[in-house]
């Protein structure tokens, strides 16, 4: 099901994670949150294979994580505007909602610059090679991901709590 990421946290079973997904067309870069949705941590990187296989093995993390719900990056246009990738990223979560998935939250999180981002730190303050680089790219740009929409979630909540005290 997908919802919007200031409703997410309420349709996660308590003591579940979020895995968030970073869709590449050759690699899906994963990162998970602890419990509390505090902290996104940098998970692994699946190399792209058919949508089965790459399913399947989603679903593995999914069972060993003890995940709840999923954060799925959406590259939208500088502009905003969302062209083919955005498309395609959607299209992934409804194929994945029709495997038997259709009570698993889905939320969408704007994911312009994250891989830009995450090359920057990489190379400026890790002084990280190319190819050590690529390795762990995917994975970080997912961390990254995850991390704003938690941060996101958790300024919604205390804005939240501070209306209710007026």
Same mark, same amino acid.
Request: charged share 30%; net charge negative; with cysteine.
């Given at each position: 099901?997908?919802?919007?990421?200031?409703? =997410?946290?309420?349709?996660?079973?308590?003591?579940?994670? @979020?895995?968030? =997904?970073? @869709?590449? /067309? !050759?690699?899906?870069?994963? &990162?998970?949150? $602890?419990?509390?949705?505090?902290?996104?941590? %940098?998970?692994?990187?699946?190399?792209?294979? !058919?949508?089965?296989?790459?399913?399947?093995?989603?679903?593995?993390?999914?069972? /060993?994580?003890?995940?709840?719900?999923?954060?799925?990056? @959406? %590259?939208?246009?500088?502009?905003?505007?969302?062209?083919?990738?955005?498309?395609?990223?959607?299209?992934?979560?409804?194929?994945?909602?029709?495997?038997?998935? +259709?009570?698993? %939250?889905?939320?969408?999180? $704007?994911?312009?610059?994250?891989?830009? &981002?995450?090359?920057?730190?990489?190379?400026?303050?890790? $002084?990280?090679?190319? !190819? !050590?680089?690529? +390795?762990?790219?995917?994975?970080?740009?997912?961390?990254?991901? @995850?991390?704003?929409? =938690? $941060?996101?979630?958790?300024?919604? &909540?205390?804005?939240?709590?501070?209306?209710?005290?007026?």
């Amino acid at each position: 099901m997908i919802v919007e990421i200031y409703d =997410l946290a309420s349709h996660v079973t308590k003591g579940k994670r @979020l895995l968030a =997904l970073d @869709l590449g /067309e !050759k690699t899906i870069g994963m &990162a998970v949150s $602890d419990p509390a949705f505090r902290v996104g941590s %940098p998970l692994d990187t699946i190399r792209r294979k !058919k949508f089965t296989t790459d399913v399947e093995q989603l679903e593995a993390v999914i069972a /060993e994580k003890n995940i709840g719900g999923l954060v799925i990056g @959406l %590259p939208r246009n500088m502009d905003g505007t969302e062209g083919p990738r955005c498309q395609s990223v959607r299209q992934f979560a409804r194929n994945f909602e029709k495997r038997g998935w +259709e009570e698993m %939250p889905i939320t969408f999180w $704007d994911e312009r610059l994250s891989t830009s &981002a995450v090359e920057r730190f990489l190379v400026d303050e890790a $002084d990280m090679s190319r !190819k !050590k680089r690529g +390795e762990v790219v995917d994975k970080m740009a997912a961390g990254f991901i @995850l991390q704003g929409a =938690l $941060d996101a979630m958790v300024e919604q &909540a205390m804005r939240n709590s501070d209306s209710s005290l007026d």
